[in-house]
């Protein structure tokens, strides 16, 4: 089966051969926006959808299950690995799957979150940003509700009904452990368009994706009537809007 | 599996410990296991395979236990809320004292028989032992630290480099090795040897008071809830007791379900008579209290318990006298040996 599909692969390839056994990274590249302006920490002011200035002083996310998905439907699949987006941490925002065999991929899709498998294991297999551990004050896991903090998105504005004026939206929420709770964990699926990531044995791509925090407060969440959200089950419509945050914005396929 | 054979684990694990102590250390070897399963009780719920206990292990997880470097300011450890004369509750307090003498918002639970429970807290809301600790460490209430912040204090004690080698083979200190630490004393605090356990063992006689109350705590219902050797079946249930001074509705806080408020975890009962005052909010001073709510002060909660609702009336009907024998039987579940085993005790 291998043999047959390398054969298809070769046989398509105008430009180049590819080896069944050429692997190489594929580079995500998350970079934050809102509407149209570049995410800048704690000085830039915004508005939302019902028109509520806000400034963002942190924003964090979870993906993980990343999923590669050529044209032929074939898929190449990235279990166990599980990266921490944070705006804060400029090299968290590139995300590096390593030993992508040679093909031309037209689709992603990964998990917004920790998945439930992961969110209930044993603690040795919490490790690097899964360490509950790891990131001090701004740490993405709930000790009084065991879970992990799948989206965090924290600023200030002048509608905050909170004394220091600041909003908190943290979202968790696998689905429960001894008893079914609010499930959070969305999967993103976008497409590369028109370009397809052509990973080569000298090809690296990089696929540039660009995403809308407004997008977060676009199925009717306002700071002014609700500035925490630390709760799952009333986190659903904060969910519902960053899961269509996120969009291909071009791809890289340059060689090395 | 058997019985037999989880004592005999423990007890294999104990050799493997009693050897290692001796060959390094050139100690005395301890004449108990470290932990074992007491005749009578299920197959523990916390997986022994992963954290296997050994006695550096216990020991570290004992020092951190007693150590404040676990909270924010050095002033608050473990033992400073878990006494082990009030079966590792907060001596008379309905809610703890934490960090700058601040309160918590709920009554302290005993840490006992820990192994067997698959949640942990009055609303369930950790369901792994090894979980567990964070909570109160980082709860800015009790501990006020930052798990990240431990470790580094650790790692930078003049100690626990060492205690970690030992227990672990080296010196290096993760959230995995300091959090299984704790679990690991935290399993050992075991209590089965009550007056109770000795009656059933045909080793004590009980009183005809005592004897009348266990009767009347099956025939009354208290045993389905407060079932098995555990004295709990681990559920959440409404009691009926309506929030009074705290806005607190259990586990509904963390399963967002409605039908859950003003459930709480039903606690165990070994070692009640000690760990005073009662329920998640500490409203009852004594025993007395507590009889007396449930024969005459259950309320409708919207989700009060289908066994305190039966035949048209709330609660269970009880005299003062049957009270009373419930009473005399609960404090035959007092564990002496437990509350005063060396081995648990403060350094």
């Known amino acids: ?256 | 599996m058997n019985n037999s054979r989880w004592r005999l684990v423990a007890v294999s694990l104990s050799f493997i410990g009693w050897l290692a102590s001796c060959s390094i250390l050139g100690g005395e070897a301890s004449p108990e296991p470290l932990f074992s399963v007491p005749q009578g009780f299920p197959e523990p719920t916390y997986d022994l395979s992963k954290n296997p206990l050994t006695n550096d292990g216990v020991a570290l997880g004992k020092k951190l236990f007693y150590d404040g470097i676990l909270s924010r300011d050095g002033s608050i450890s473990c033992g400073e809320c878990h006494n082990q004369s009030h079966a590792f509750t907060h001596h008379g307090h309905g809610f703890s004292h934490g960090i700058d003498d601040q309160e918590g918002t709920r009554n302290a639970q005993p840490l006992v028989n820990l192994a067997w429970q698959d949640s942990f807290f009055w609303d369930g809301g950790v369901f792994d032992l090894d979980l567990f600790s964070i909570a109160p460490i980082e709860n800015p209430l009790e501990m006020d630290e930052k798990i990240g912040n431990v470790l580094q204090k650790l790692r930078t004690h003049k100690d626990y480099p060492r205690l970690f080698k030992k227990a672990y083979g080296t010196e290096e200190i993760t959230t995995e090795r300091f959090l299984k630490a704790l679990s690991q004393f935290l399993v050992t605090l075991v209590s089965a040897n009550a007056k109770y356990d000795q009656y059933l063992a045909g080793k004590a006689q009980l009183t005809a008071d005592e004897t009348a109350g266990l009767q009347l705590f099956k025939d009354k219902g208290c045993a389905s809830c407060h079932s098995g050797v555990l004295f709990t079946d681990h559920s959440f249930r409404s009691n009926g007791l309506l929030p009074e001074y705290t806005d607190d509705l259990g586990r509904y806080r963390i399963t967002e379900n409605p039908q859950d408020k003003n459930k709480f975890k039903v606690p165990t009962l070994r070692n009640i008579e000690v760990t005073y005052p009662y329920m998640h909010d500490g409203r009852f001073l004594n025993l007395e209290g507590v009889l007396e709510h449930y024969a005459g002060g259950v309320k409708e909660t919207g989700n009060l318990d289908p066994l305190l609702k039966q035949n048209g009336r709330f609660g269970i009907a009880m005299t003062k006298e049957e009270q009373q024998k419930i009473i005399a039987f609960l404090k035959t579940l007092t564990d002496q040996e437990f509350l005063t085993n060396p081995r648990f005790a403060a350094p």
């Open chain 1, 1 to 256: 089966m291998a043999l047959a599909v390398s054969v298809v692969l070769v046989s398509c390839s105008k430009d180049e051969e590819i080896s069944p056994n050429d692997k190489n990274a594929v580079i995500l590249e998350f970079d934050n926006y809102v509407g149209n302006e570049k995410l800048v920490l704690d000085t830039k002011t915004y508005k939302n959808a019902a028109n509520e200035d806000f400034t963002v002083t942190t924003l964090n996310y979870f993906v993980s299950n990343i999923v590669l998905k050529k044209a032929d439907g074939t898929e190449v699949k990235f279990p166990n690995q599980y990266f921490l987006v944070r705006q804060a941490d400029t090299k968290s925002l590139n995300v590096t799957l390593k030993d992508v065999p040679a093909g031309d991929y037209t689709s992603l899709s990964y998990v917004i979150g920790v998945d439930s498998l992961k969110s209930t294991s044993d603690v040795s297999q919490r490790t690097g940003v899964l360490d509950p551990a790891s990131y001090g004050t701004d740490n993405m896991y709930w000790s009084w509700n065991s879970g992990y903090i799948f989206f965090k998105l924290e600023g200030n504005s002048s509608v905050a009904t909170t004394p220091t004026k600041k909003f908190q939206f943290h979202v968790g929420g696998f689905g429960g452990m001894n008893s079914a709770t609010a499930n959070n964990l969305r999967t993103v699926t976008v497409s590369f368009g028109t370009t397809s990531a052509q990973v080569r044995k000298d090809v690296a791509p990089t696929v540039h994706l660009i995403t809308d925090v407004l997008q977060t407060f676009s199925q009717g969440v306002s700071i002014a009537k609700t500035s925490v959200v630390m709760n799952p089950a009333a986190s659903k419509p904060i969910v519902d809007g960053y899961t269509k945050m996120f969009k291909v914005d071009h791809i890289h396929n340059d060689k090395m």
